[in-house]
């Protein structure tokens, strides 16, 4: 399988646990994006990663989130001290190609419930 | 600002009737469209998208869009639907830092 793959698929964790999620995206593509969707509503963007360098973090990455890349492969996502509003999936999405003709490959998520 | 709005929350249809998927944007400038589906426990998947050219673009499982300016709209149809084709459908377009945005969905419903 040469998709974007997410680990886990589904967490359920404790008010104030903290939980770390992975991506791998497809090798060749340099561009990585992470997106929450919460219930009805569209993926929200996040913040997304050019190789290894975090180009922009969007206003809802408060600083009980945190995102890396170390080598330009796979991402981690790691939500502290873990809320009930942080409930929601969680999707990455990768890309090889930049401007209007990028075209994003999605993972299937992780589902993280806050209890 | 850049935006779409997803008119229908739900849309339920027979099997093997047509549907159409509302979809209007907001945007000052070049406007670039999408539209994603879910199927479940999935990730996103490209239907189609709009970048210039022909208004009429023709996507994958038999689903096209028309880009209507005057209108501001990009809806999806499709002239007859599968039982597979039951999945949460979004448009999306570019913000203005160029990242991919999203409509609310729209859940389509096929019944037999």
């Known amino acids: 399988d040469t998709g974007v793959s997410q680990d886990p698929r589904h967490k359920i964790t404790k008010r104030g646990q903290n939980v770390t999620f992975r991506c791998d995206p497809i090798s060749e593509h340099n561009r990585l994006y992470w997106y929450r969707q919460t219930l009805g509503q569209g993926p929200e963007f996040l913040t997304y990663f050019q190789n290894e360098a975090q180009l922009e973090k969007s206003r809802l990455l408060s600083d009980r989130f945190s995102a890396e890349r170390p080598k330009g492969s796979f991402s981690t996502l790691e939500i502290q001290r873990t809320e009930q509003g942080d409930s929601a999936m969680y999707l990455c999405?990768?890309?090889?190609?930049?401007?209007?003709?990028?075209?994003?490959?999605f993972g299937s998520g992780t589902q993280l419930s806050v209890l | 600002a850049q935006s779409v709005t997803q008119l229908d929350s739900q849309v339920p249809v027979f099997e093997e009737a047509p549907v159409e998927l509302r979809c209007n944007y907001s945007s000052s400038v070049s406007v670039y469209l999408f539209w994603y589906v879910q199927y479940p426990n999935q990730g996103l998947q490209l239907l189609l998208k709009y970048l210039s050219g022909s208004t009429l673009v023709k996507g994958i499982n038999g689903f096209e869009a028309e880009f209507n300016k005057s209108q501001t709209s990009f809806h999806l149809r499709k002239p007859s639907v599968h039982i597979s084709d039951t999945a949460e459908y979004f448009c999306?377009?570019?913000?203005?830092?160029?990242?991919?945005?999203f409509g609310q969905g729209t859940e389509l419903s096929v019944k037999p």
């Open positions: 999306a377009t570019y913000n203005q830092g160029g990242k991919l945005i």
């Open positions: 999405a990768s890309s090889s190609r930049t401007g209007t003709n990028e075209k994003l490959f």
